[in-house]
Each structure stands twice: as structure tokens, then as C-alpha cells.
């Protein structure tokens, strides 16, 4: 695995994310579930870190607000 595709995807996705929702802060319980959600995709199907990013922004998005 290289960890550089993840971490890059990781951060963008993260980024996208928060520039979308400000009030989101930057230690928010969310990071590390779309990391966890990231690694997971990447050890199913290699990607690269646009498809990952894209895959963990959708899936930030489908996350309950309440429940994070």
C-alpha cells in the first residue's frame, strides 16, 4: 500500500469537507471515521487520490450529523 495515495486522499477529502461545512472543526470525530472508511476502500481496490478523495467526500456526506 502506499501510504502517501491514502494520507493525500485522506487530507483532501478532509479539506473539501470542512471548506463546505466551516463549522465543522478540525478534530471532529468525522476525520477519523473517513480515514478508517479510506483504508478500508484501499485495501479492497487500489486507487488513486483522486478517486479515493472523491469516495470519502461522498462518504462525509452521507453521514448523519447527529450521530458523529
Do not use: Q
Request: aromatic share 8%.
Amino acid at each position: 500500500m502506499d501510504e502517501a495515495v491514502l494520507k493525500n486522499a485522506t487530507e483532501t477529502a478532509w479539506r473539501v469537507y470542512r471548506a463546505r461545512h466551516p463549522d465543522v472543526d478540525a478534530h471532529d470525530s468525522r476525520r477519523c471515521l473517513l480515514a478508517r472508511h479510506l483504508h478500508r476502500r484501499w485495501e479492497e481496490r487500489e486507487s488513486d487520490t483522486e478517486e479515493l478523495a472523491s469516495f470519502g467526500i461522498a462518504y462525509l456526506h452521507r453521514l448523519p450529523r447527529g450521530e458523529c
